[in-house]
């Protein structure tokens, strides 16, 4: 075997060992064929959780602009976060005892919120506002509208394939973060019946029981 001959041999047997060599580190990092089923689904969850707790993130960090003004009775949790010496588990509180026990109809009544003191109140003040329109602002010294009567079925019931956020949030029982979650499972399909609320993260059939005098899903 002359010279040459010898090299191109050895050249070749050099490109076959490195072939395989990348062949067998590449089998090590390839994942399973049967650890990839559910794979794609995983990924794109966990991609869209990401994106929703950023978002999140990125609204609570916001400061108010000039002269912005929340409302009491309708800012969402993030929205509250931004509030001067309200945090994470004050505003938190916040939407669990307006959802509880309805709106605040001033200032005065933030008190009952946990964590929110007489000092609060007066340095939040100047940066909320108080709606007085729809059934969540339930005033405590008035029994009767604690107590709340349910609307007349197919009349002044919401829809849950028409209702928006706001008229969501006017629903006893219903707050913001639930209104949103509502829309979300609407904007993959619509509501067949009110039973499909059961589908919506942290409805259960006592809360469903309590939503049903509330809301409708009318044919169309």
């Given at each position: 075997?002359?010279?040459?001959?010898?090299?191109a041999l050895?050249?070749?047997?050099?490109?076959?060992?490195?072939?395989?060599?990348?062949?067998?580190?590449?089998?090590?990092?390839?994942?399973?064929?049967?650890?990839?089923?559910?794979?794609?689904?995983?990924?794109?969850?966990?991609?869209?959780?990401?994106?929703?707790?950023?978002?999140?993130?990125?609204?609570?960090?916001?400061?108010?602009?000039?002269?912005?003004?929340?409302?009491?009775?309708?800012?969402?949790?993030?929205?509250?976060?931004?509030?001067?010496?309200?945090?994470?588990?004050?505003?938190?509180?916040?939407?669990?005892?307006?959802?509880?026990?309805?709106?605040?109809?001033?200032?005065?009544?933030?008190?009952?919120?946990?964590?929110?003191?007489?000092?609060?109140?007066?340095?939040?003040?100047?940066?909320?506002?108080?709606?007085?329109?729809?059934?969540?602002?339930?005033?405590?010294?008035?029994?009767?509208?604690?107590?709340?009567?349910?609307?007349?079925?197919?009349s002044s019931?919401?829809?849950?394939?028409?209702?928006?956020?706001?008229?969501?949030?006017?629903?006893?029982?219903?707050?913001?973060?639930?209104?949103?979650?509502?829309?979300?499972?609407?904007?993959?399909?619509?509501?067949?019946?009110?039973?499909?609320?059961?589908?919506?993260?942290?409805?259960?059939?006592?809360?469903?029981?309590?939503?049903?005098?509330?809301?409708?899903?009318?044919?169309?």
């Open positions: 075997m002359s010279p040459g001959e010898r090299t050895r050249n070749a047997a050099i490109l076959v060992l490195v072939a395989s060599v990348g062949r067998w580190a590449a089998d090590q990092v390839e994942p399973r064929g049967d650890a990839l089923v559910g794979g794609p689904d995983r990924g794109a969850a966990l991609a869209e959780a990401s994106r929703e707790v950023e978002a999140d993130a990125a609204r609570r960090s916001r400061p108010l602009e000039p002269g912005e003004r929340l409302d009491a009775n309708r800012a969402s949790e993030a929205d509250l976060d931004r509030l001067p010496g309200v945090g994470p588990a004050v505003a938190a509180a916040w939407v669990a005892h307006r959802e509880a026990h309805g709106g605040f109809a001033g200032p005065g009544d933030l008190t009952a919120i946990r964590g929110v003191g007489p000092a609060t109140v007066e340095r939040l003040a100047p940066f909320l506002q108080f709606s007085r329109a729809g059934p969540m602002l339930v005033r405590r010294e008035d029994p009767a509208a604690r107590r709340g009567s349910a609307p007349a079925r197919g019931s919401v829809d849950l394939n028409t209702a928006d956020s706001v008229a969501l949030v006017g629903v006893p029982g219903i707050g913001p973060a639930l209104a949103g979650r509502i829309l979300g499972r609407r904007r993959r399909t619509r509501f067949g019946g009110v039973e499909d609320l059961l589908e919506v993260r942290g409805i259960g059939p006592a809360t469903l029981e309590r939503l049903r005098p509330h809301v409708v899903v009318r044919r169309r």
